[in-house]
């Protein structure tokens, strides 16, 4: 996998918007980069993923920059809710082997407060 | 949206007993299966892949005689934690991932189950 580098944690307040940076400058150029939440004691939920273009779904923005060796996932306003371990992945492309395994990092343990 | 049903979400179990988690794709067909393992305040540590009708793939490390793992349909993978120890109490995780082409082609996880061994 191309190796990703996040903070170990974040503090944002609630209502605020809070911006989680990952770094993947060994990304190849077919190489997706996912995000996953991991809230205790639960199974990682999908968050959202991208190739080269800013992408935003219900739950979150992901900002890749142009080089794609750096990306940002932005949830525009956290709540209490969203204090989990967010994970930022690029997974082996499928073939031979490795069927597009996901290798998970440490992530990132946001702590959204009131 | 793709759902990842998993089965038990907790056991217990004695040492020495054999225990099997399921882990079903509900409404996608999932040509390839993931298996993790986490312990208390750790990341999840991928132990093999499988992919329906051909021997499972293990990690590093991982025993395949201890950890069997059958991918026998498009829609479900299964777990066996043979001769458990205590040492192989831990979170187990499943992810499933729809085949290319289809309208979900991500990695859908399941809930996990808690395995305790006493």
């Known amino acids: 996998d191309a190796k990703t580098t996040q903070p170990t944690s974040m503090d944002c307040a609630e209502g605020r918007a809070a911006n989680l940076p990952c770094n993947h400058s060994?990304?190849?150029?077919?190489?997706?980069v996912y995000w996953y939440r991991q809230i205790h004691s639960q199974g990682p939920q999908y968050i959202i993923h991208?190739?080269?273009n800013n992408e935003t779904n219900e739950m979150a923005s992901l900002i890749i920059t142009e080089d794609r060796k750096s990306s940002t996932l932005i949830l525009p306003h956290a709540t209490l809710r969203d204090t989990a371990v967010y994970y930022c992945i690029v997974p082996q492309p499928s073939g031979g082997t490795s069927y597009g395994k996901l290798t998970f990092g440490q992530g990132t343990i946001l702590t959204v407060h009131p | 949206g793709a759902v990842v049903s998993q089965h038990p979400s907790r056991v217990i179990c004695k040492s020495g007993t054999s225990v099997k988690i399921e882990c079903r794709s509900l409404?996608?067909?999932?040509?390839?299966m993931f298996w993790y393992r986490q312990f208390p305040k750790q990341s999840l540590m991928l132990m093999a892949t499988?992919?329906?009708?051909?021997?499972?793939?293990?990690e590093q490390g991982v025993e395949k005689d201890k950890f069997l793992i059958n991918h026998a349909s498009l829609t479900l993978s299964t777990l066996t934690v043979t001769s458990a120890h205590p040492e192989d109490s831990s979170f187990y995780i499943c992810?499933?991932?729809?085949?290319?082409?289809?309208?979900?082609?991500?990695?859908?996880f399941g809930s996990g189950t808690r395995l305790t061994v006493v």
């Open positions: 409404d996608f067909q999932a040509t390839t």
């Open positions: 992810s499933a991932r729809a085949r290319q082409g289809a309208r979900n082609y991500g990695y859908t």
């Open positions: 060994t990304i190849s150029g077919n190489e997706y």
């Open positions: 499988s992919n329906e009708g051909s021997k499972a793939t293990y």
């Open positions: 991208g190739l080269k």
